[in-house]
Every structure is written in structure tokens, then in C-alpha cells.
């Protein structure tokens, strides 16, 4: 079945560049996604990659896919306190109407001042 | 871009009551709405698929006669939980797939949530 895992916790320095890592076992994944979510809020679309696609790069954040190894990274740069939230990792698999997305269980990242 | 309001935020109810849930997609018509629900510290949790003018698609595991989707409109899905009990106390939350440039990659827009508390 369907499997998204990630890192629980992160905790990093303002300023420094923070990575956050997750694995997927659907290799027939079309689009994986980075969403954010702040205390008591929704879920904050931050980017996503096509699947025949390497790298995405929106700003801060660099995405990095390999592929092989059903690897997805998320690098924020110049990391901030604002960027303080949790990180879930998706992967989209189904099409036509009748996709889902199925998530990790979300990585804490803490920006210390 | 795509909004999804969801509403109530947040609802405290009695033991043995239903709590109607409303998501409203408000610039955009979303014919699959999504309904998820999320423990503390976990993931969000895929409840059911709710498409316009058809019957829900539930997700192996969850009560549909418990759950009731409602998509009545291209811009409104609701869901009532009937009878709810303190272990349906939860944060649910509905995500509509966006449209424009984005429709491809089936970008789903979030709702805020709605924490519900069943004393």
C-alpha cells in the first residue's frame, strides 16, 4: 500500500538552512507535495514536484527528488522564525477523478531565535 | 487564488447530538471536495471523498451512516456527525481541488478546520 514517512522533529538555528526528509513507497506517484500547517489552521500548500521532474526551486525552498530511491527533500534557506510549523510531506497517486493524497505523519520544525 | 472557507471553526457539543460542518470553496467550483480528520501530533486521516451530485466515497474504516457527506453544490460539501461522542472529538478538515494552472498537478486548497469537542 501506499506509504509516507518522515522525521518527526527538526529543530534549527534562525538563519540556517533546515532540511526536512520523507520517503514514499508509490512509484507510480505523479506529483508529490510539501504542505505547511501553523497551530490550529489548515494546511498551507507550499510546492509540489512533478514526478519526472529532479529538483524545484520557489525562493526559499528548494525541492529534491530522487526518484530511484523514492526520496523527497525539502530545504528552506535563510530559515526564519515564521517558518516555524509543521511540514507534511504528500504524495498523489490515482488518477482521473479517483486520486488521493496520502500524507506523513508531519515534521515539527522549531526555528530558534 | 483558491479559498476554501470551512465553518465552524470550532464547536463544543453534548454527548449524543449531531455537529453539521460546512466547506465552502468561494472562488472556485470544486466538483471533489475531501474530508480528513486529524489527531494531536499525527496525520491528517483521508474520511471520505465527496463528489457533486453523487453518494460519498468512504474510506475503508469509517462509518458513513455516522459521517454524512453532503455535496450538494459545486461550491458547498458538508458533513454532519451524528450522535457524536467524546472519541469524535477531533480536528476535521475539508480540501476542494483547485482550478487554473494548478489543475493539473490536482493542487488541493485546505480549509482552516474545524476542532470539534463532544463533552
Known amino acids: 500500500g501506499e506509504d509516507v514517512e518522515q522525521s518527526l522533529f527538526l529543530s534549527v538555528r534562525e538563519g540556517d538552512s533546515s532540511v526536512i526528509n520523507c520517503t514514499y513507497t508509490?512509484?507510480?506517484?505523479?506529483?508529490l507535495y510539501w504542505y505547511k500547517q501553523e497551530p490550529g489552521a489548515g494546511l498551507q500548500l507550499l510546492t509540489y514536484?512533478?514526478?519526472?521532474?529532479d529538483m524545484k526551486q520557489d525562493q526559499r525552498l528548494t525541492v529534491l527528488l530522487n526518484k530511484k530511491d523514492k526520496h523527497l527533500s525539502l530545504r528552506i534557506a535563510d530559515t526564519q522564525t515564521g517558518d516555524s510549523a509543521i511540514y507534511f510531506c504528500?504524495?498523489?497517486f490515482g488518477g482521473g477523478s479517483n486520486y488521493k493524497l496520502t500524507f506523513g505523519k508531519g515534521t515539527l520544525l522549531t526555528v530558534n531565535p | 487564488g483558491a479559498v476554501v472557507s470551512q465553518h465552524p471553526s470550532w464547536v463544543i457539543c453534548k454527548s449524543g447530538t449531531s455537529v453539521k460542518i460546512e466547506c465552502r470553496s468561494l472562488?472556485?467550483?470544486?466538483?471533489?471536495m475531501f474530508w480528513y480528520r486529524q489527531f494531536p501530533k499525527q496525520s491528517l486521516m483521508l474520511m471520505a471523498t465527496?463528489?457533486?451530485?453523487?453518494?460519498?466515497?468512504?474510506e475503508q474504516g469509517v462509518e458513513k451512516d455516522k459521517f454524512l457527506i453532503n455535496h450538494a453544490s459545486l461550491t458547498l460539501s458538508t458533513l454532519t456527525v451524528t450522535s457524536a461522542h467524546p472519541e469524535d472529538s477531533s480536528f476535521y478538515i475539508c480540501?476542494?481541488?483547485?482550478?487554473?494552472?494548478?489543475?493539473?498537478?490536482?493542487?488541493?486548497?485546505f480549509g482552516a478546520g474545524s476542532r470539534l469537542t463532544v463533552l
Open positions: 514536484i512533478f514526478s519526472n521532474m
Open positions: 480540501s476542494a481541488r483547485g482550478q487554473g494552472r494548478d489543475s493539473g498537478a490536482n493542487v488541493l486548497t
Open positions: 472562488d472556485f467550483q470544486a466538483t471533489t
Open positions: 508509490d512509484s507510480s506517484s505523479t506529483y
Open positions: 465527496s463528489n457533486e451530485g453523487s453518494k460519498a466515497t468512504y
Open positions: 504528500a504524495e498523489k
